[in-house]
């Protein structure tokens, strides 16, 4: 249920300040495949943080924060030892008359304080965070999910901790849902890779602390209609909403309408990754995916989305598999969707992370790649984007968690060298940003 968590400003400082998690090194990626419209608030949707202005500080990349580590004394600023007993028997004796009047003096401040904080003006701010994963994966003779049934702690077990945390405290929770969820249906022929996933397995998606998924991509049609139709009903009946894909073409290309602390937030997806195009587009009358090979009918539905929206993200699927190099039709189509009103382009479907480009002011994330979808060794990220402002002001700040995968497993890179070497590798296939030691993405 959307705006259900109530978010911990800190979690992002915190995660990054871990140790221990022991990521495998990255390596270079080899060639292979290793509804709609509706909104949705939900029960505790907005949800304002427990201390705003200092959430919006720490967002910032500050490089400070907690450190799960340190011990309360720590944290209470003591020296962790108990008081004696004899000295608290004689404060006790000594300080019983100046506690009465403490008190009462205490109770009129209290009370001085609370009528103040009455008379305050409500705040007109608001501040939440979206977090965006690339590729999962889980087809039931595909590794990752073998992997995952034998685990005795399920996903928990595929995916760290710290990473687990960051998906479950973000307002809005996105990801790229790469297969399809039934029992039926038959592989597309001649396809090479198909993905079917059984219904049940929906309930991992609730682990992963998910608000609703993409299925614009090329493998949510690998089992034909039958499977896609599955698929909307899985999703539906675990009240998981999607977007880019509908029973009809008008489905497929509504905008995903999400609140989040008083905004409205809308999001809409469309693919190109397909050279032989297997995955159909939705029709009047037939369940599929929206396109964007031609962007007129994408541009159309961004432009909707804008004016019924404060923020539009445009999720593409795009590029070449296994390939750091950007497509032109990429960099082009890109900024048309910027154009039209996107305030950020989410891009996926290399399998490998794809560079970052500011335009206009506004970012485009060419390409999430693997989150957790096949047991190659491959630097990956969790993407998480804080909106704040208030009246007069708008305000964006973007964020890369980085992580490895590797031999079914995703892992928080928790080394400062190993976070590091990530970003600047991000920097090196990006066009025109730089990335703070904390993450933070910002236009050169």
């Given amino acids: ?18 140790a221990g998690c022991g990521p495998a090194q990255g390596t270079a990626p080899d060639s292979g495949e290793g509804s709609g419209g509706q909104s949705v608030s939900g029960e505790g949707a907005g949800l304002e943080e427990e201390n705003p202005a200092e959430a919006g500080g720490l967002m910032a990349g500050t490089g400070t924060g907690g450190n799960l580590s340190e011990s309360s004394a ?18 006790a004796a000594g300080d019983a008359s100046d506690t009465a009047e403490d008190s009462a003096d205490s109770a009129k401040a209290e009370t001085s304080q609370d009528a103040a904080a009455t008379e305050e003006p409500p705040e007109s701010g608001y501040d939440f965070t979206m977090c965006f994963a690339g590729d999962i ?44 969820y039934s029992t039926g249906g038959s592989p597309l022929a001649g396809k090479a890779y198909t993905f079917r996933a059984d219904p049940g397995r929906g ?29 909307f009903q899985v999703l539906e009946e675990a009240g998981i909403p999607y977007f880019g894909a509908g029973r009809t073409l008008e489905e497929a290309r509504k905008p995903l309408y999400l609140e989040a602390d008083g905004k409205t937030v809308a999001l ?60 032109q039709v990429q960099l082009e189509t890109g900024k048309e ?29 060419y390409s999430l790649g693997n989150y957790w979808f096949n047991e190659k060794t491959l630097d990956t990220m969790l993407l998480w984007l804080h909106f704040w402002g208030d009246d007069a002001q708008d305000n964006l700040t973007v964020q890369v968690i980085p992580a490895v995968q590797a031999g079914d497993r995703t892992t928080y890179a928790a080394e400062e060298t190993e976070q590091r070497r990530i970003y600047d590798f ?19």
């Fill in 1 to 18: 249920m959307i705006g259900k968590k109530r978010k911990t400003a800190a979690i992002l400082l915190f995660c990054l300040a871990l």
């Fill in 74 to 91: 720590e944290r209470a600023g003591t020296d962790g030892n108990p008081p004696e007993s004899d000295v608290a028997e004689q404060d």
């Fill in 137 to 180: 994966n889980l087809d039931e003779n595909w590794g990752t999910t073998q992997f995952l049934s034998a685990q005795p702690n399920g996903i928990y077990d595929c995916i760290s901790q710290e990473l687990m945390e960051v998906m479950q405290e973000a307002d809005i929770m996105c990801l790229n849902n790469e297969f399809t």
């Fill in 203 to 231: 309930e991992v998606l609730g682990q992963m602390g998910v608000d609703t998924v993409t299925l614009a991509n090329n493998h949510v049609y690998d089992y034909g209609k039958e499977a896609l139709l599955d698929t």
């Fill in 268 to 327: 809409v997806a469309a693919s190109r990754a397909e050279k032989n195009k297997m995955t159909p587009q939705a029709t009047e009358t037939e369940p599929g995916i929206l396109r964007c090979y031609d962007t007129e009918l994408f541009l159309e539905t961004i432009r909707e989305a804008e004016e019924n929206s404060d923020f539009c993200i445009a999720f593409v699927h795009w590029g070449t598999e296994y390939s750091f190099d950007l497509e």
């Fill in 337 to 365: 969707y910027l154009d039209a009103g996107a305030d950020i382009v989410i891009g996926a479907h290399s399998h490998c992370l794809q560079g970052m480009e500011y335009y206009d002011g506004k970012p485009i994330v």
């Fill in 426 to 444: 991000l920097e090196s296939i990006s066009v025109n940003v730089s990335i703070s030691d904390e993450g933070i993405v910002m236009e050169e």
